[in-house]
């Protein structure tokens, strides 16, 4: 019975795996349309959405803790990923603060004690193990254009000026700072389970953001975008949550590929992420 089971899904995967890049893409476009509509026919308050990004982030970092903790190891792990989620978690933890001091508010908190329990982890208890050579992106590259383009694109209301531009960086990096550790994975080619999981882990979260703003545009007709002000800020928004999405999707296309055919460590091809 379980043969059986099994024998449909490698079918698929066969298929899926001989396609073009661009069937390929037009797939996962449709998947994505699909679970869309999914998710509005199922959550009726799309509020909820955004929790469970946040909520599923949480999650991934734990598994990030439980590795250090358990492993002893921070190989396979971005130093410098972990650097720019513990900046712009910080930034949005302060806007959260003094503009709207919610549930995300005491999320984020959470989230952000734990992610600076692995910065300390990884450059002090365990550097020894820290892969520096494949560590190569340099956060300035990361950080700098998304300060400049904060200053140039920010949210319009009436909130003080330096609020503003920090709530635009928070986004627009948050949007990126995942790379660094794309960019460790794809020098090393082979990613252990506790790494894949946590990189799975931001997809869902970045997937779950993402239909949380297109939902709440969908539902208020365009109204949220009025009320997050003019100009080209809300459209940024947007934006930055879709590309947060895409920058994962191919990642997560080889994660549950491997799930399915039962391989533990994930084996990424040459051109991914």
């Not at 910080?90 to 995300?104: A, I, K, N, Q, T």
Request: with cysteine.
């Amino acid at each position: 019975m379980k043969g059986n089971t099994k024998k449909p899904i490698q079918v698929v995967r066969t298929w899926v795996r001989r396609q073009p890049p661009k069937v390929k893409v037009f797939l996962a476009f449709a998947i994505a349309i699909a679970a869309l509509i999914f998710i509005r026919m199922v959550v009726y308050d799309h509020d909820n959405l955004f929790i469970a990004a946040e909520a599923v982030h949480a999650l991934g970092i734990s598994v990030l803790i439980y590795k250090l903790a358990t492993e002893k190891t921070c190989a396979g792990l971005s130093l410098k990923s972990q650097e720019l989620t513990a900046i712009f978690l910080g930034s949005r933890l302060y806007c959260s603060f003094v503009m709207e001091y919610d549930v995300h508010t005491l999320l984020d908190l959470a989230t952000l004690a734990a992610t600076v329990w692995v910065v300390y982890m990884m450059r002090f208890n365990l550097n020894s193990s820290y892969m520096l050579e494949k560590d190569n992106v340099t956060n300035y590259y990361v950080v700098i254009p998304c300060a400049v383009l904060s200053l140039v694109i920010h949210p319009t209301t009436q909130h003080h000026i330096i609020n503003r531009i920090l709530w635009a960086f928070c986004v627009y990096l948050e949007a990126v700072s995942v790379l660094p550790q794309l960019r460790v994975m794809q020098n090393t080619k082979i990613v252990e389970p506790f790494t894949a999981h946590y990189v799975f882990a931001l997809g869902v979260a970045r997937f779950l953001s993402c239909a949380h703003w297109i939902l709440q545009v969908l539902d208020t007709r365009g109204g949220l975008l009025t009320a997050l002000g003019y100009g080209l800020w809300p459209s940024m928004v947007l934006l930055s949550e879709i590309v947060q999405t895409f920058i994962l999707a191919d990642f997560c296309y080889y994660y549950v590929q491997s799930v399915m055919g039962g391989q533990l460590v994930l084996r990424l091809p040459s051109g991914v992420v």
